[in-house]
């Protein structure tokens, strides 16, 4: 029978696992069947619209007019210049908004992100290739940087700039990639919950932790205008009561209990594997488990007396629910291959 719930269930799992200098993987469940996609998809979305990152707005280049003009002695275009620059990923030092940076290179020379450096900026691509000038040419050139989200056309920074630049497309999203698969998990014998596992890239600019963060204070954000006019109440979280060491002993796998072969077949055969779960078993539901025999049921009610939680124990609601999901979450996680089996001995 499916079990009749009257909320939604609250995920309580989250992993983060760097991938990389600049990857890393979030992992987040167990989420009710459809609400991980409720999540991760809105929220894929803010990490490309809301991350904030900085981009070239603007550039001026002495003796050129627009930007499909060429330059002498400037092995690119004018064009393909500018391609190249907002390859180049940016960072401004202090809280500022915008800086305008001035360069002046010599031939011969090839010129790339490091050669770009500025007390008042960080470049993030150093080797990023910009131009290659001959021994007779000077570039002299002004660039705009700008602190922004998402993508803006080049028309709407038309207006931002001066009237002797060229407005340039600005994309400020420091993130390239940010993707999510959704898998199924387990919980309480039910298989349809779900976990969302995301893998977030970004160019330097921030590190992918922080475009994440950010993701979930912007979601908070654009959902708090709800919370004053119709009176919203903020779920909170139970905190789980501390754990007590003596609880240790109610994880313990029940082979090591020195079962005789014959009980500890009739527990297997039940998936019941830790000692926490025959102490939370009431002596009716042990009597009820299929071809458990007196003996058997002597057996196990005496070593759950001396370990200290006899069958049947007491325990809060609080600690129920703590020992109900602990005992799932070592479940979950022993190895597939690993063998729960106890060898056959004298014991019946």
Same mark, same amino acid.
Not at 99 to 111: A, H, N, R, T
Not at 147 to 160: A, F, H, L
Not at 195 to 210: H, W, Y
Not at 232 to 261: C, G, H, M, R, W
């Given at each position: 029978?499916?079990?009749?719930?009257?909320?939604?269930?609250?995920?309580?799992? &989250?992993?983060?696992?760097?991938?990389? !200098?600049?990857?890393?993987?979030? +992992?987040?469940?167990?989420?009710?069947?459809?609400?991980?996609?409720?999540?991760?998809?809105?929220?894929?979305?803010?990490?490309?619209?809301?991350?904030?990152?900085?981009?070239? &707005? *603007?550039?001026?280049?002495?003796?050129?007019?627009?930007?499909?003009?060429?330059?002498?002695?400037?092995?690119?275009?004018? /064009?393909?210049?500018? &391609?190249?620059?907002?390859?180049?990923r940016f960072k401004i030092k202090d809280d500022v908004g915008r800086v305008e940076l001035k360069y002046s290179f010599q031939g011969p020379k090839e010129i790339t992100g490091k050669d770009l450096e500025?007390? $008042?900026?960080?470049?993030?691509?150093?080797?990023?290739?910009?131009?290659?000038?001959? =021994?007779? *040419?000077?570039?002299?050139? @002004?660039?705009?940087?700008?602190?922004?989200?998402?993508?803006?056309?080049?028309?709407? &920074?038309?207006? #931002?700039?001066?009237?002797?630049?060229?407005?340039?497309?600005?994309?400020?999203?420091?993130?390239?990639? *940010?993707?999510?698969?959704?898998?199924?998990?387990?919980? =309480?014998?039910?298989?349809?919950?779900?976990?969302?596992?995301?893998t977030i890239s970004t160019d330097g600019q921030i590190e992918p932790i922080d475009a994440f963060k950010n993701s979930i204070e912007a979601m908070n954000g654009q959902m708090s205008v709800f919370n004053?006019?119709?009176?919203?109440?903020?779920?909170?979280? =139970?905190?789980?009561?501390s754990e007590d060491p003596e609880y240790e002993k109610l994880f313990t796998p029940i082979e090591e209990l020195n079962l005789s072969a014959r009980s500890f077949n009739c527990l297997d055969r039940e998936?019941?594997?830790?000692?926490?779960?025959?102490?939370?078993? @009431?002596?009716? $539901?042990?009597?009820?488990?299929?071809?458990?025999?007196?003996?058997?049921? $002597?057996? +196990?009610?005496?070593? /759950?007396?001396?370990?200290?939680?006899?069958?049947? @124990? #007491?325990?809060?609601?609080?600690?129920?629910?703590?020992?109900?999901?602990?005992? !799932?979450?070592?479940?979950?996680?022993?190895?597939?291959?690993?063998?729960?089996?106890?060898?056959?001995?004298?014991? @019946?």
């Amino acid at each position: 029978m499916k079990k009749i719930n009257t909320a939604a269930y609250m995920p309580s799992e &989250i992993e983060v696992e760097n991938i990389s !200098e600049d990857t890393i993987k979030v +992992i987040a469940y167990p989420f009710q069947s459809g609400f991980a996609v409720t999540l991760a998809h809105p929220l894929r979305r803010l990490l490309f619209g809301s991350t904030v990152g900085f981009a070239p &707005i *603007a550039v001026k280049i002495d003796g050129v007019t627009h930007e499909f003009d060429s330059m002498r002695g400037m092995l690119e275009d004018v /064009a393909l210049f500018i &391609i190249n620059l907002k390859k180049i990923r940016f960072k401004i030092k202090d809280d500022v908004g915008r800086v305008e940076l001035k360069y002046s290179f010599q031939g011969p020379k090839e010129i790339t992100g490091k050669d770009l450096e500025h007390e $008042d900026i960080e470049i993030v691509t150093k080797d990023a290739y910009l131009a290659t000038i001959n =021994e007779d *040419a000077n570039l002299e050139f @002004s660039v705009v940087i700008e602190k922004g989200i998402g993508y803006v056309p080049s028309e709407d &920074i038309r207006e #931002e700039i001066p009237q002797d630049y060229i407005a340039l497309d600005a994309f400020f999203t420091p993130v390239k990639k *940010a993707v999510y698969e959704i898998e199924n998990v387990l919980v =309480e014998d039910n298989p349809n919950y779900e976990k969302v596992i995301f893998t977030i890239s970004t160019d330097g600019q921030i590190e992918p932790i922080d475009a994440f963060k950010n993701s979930i204070e912007a979601m908070n954000g654009q959902m708090s205008v709800f919370n004053g006019v119709f009176d919203i109440e903020v779920i909170q979280k =139970e905190e789980e009561p501390s754990e007590d060491p003596e609880y240790e002993k109610l994880f313990t796998p029940i082979e090591e209990l020195n079962l005789s072969a014959r009980s500890f077949n009739c527990l297997d055969r039940e998936n019941i594997r830790l000692v926490g779960e025959i102490s939370l078993m @009431s002596e009716a $539901d042990l009597k009820g488990l299929k071809n458990l025999g007196k003996k058997s049921l $002597d057996e +196990i009610k005496s070593i /759950a007396q001396d370990i200290g939680y006899p069958v049947g @124990s #007491e325990f809060s609601n609080e600690d129920i629910a703590y020992l109900t999901k602990k005992i !799932e979450q070592i479940k979950q996680q022993r190895p597939k291959d690993k063998k729960w089996d106890i060898s056959m001995d004298t014991k @019946s």
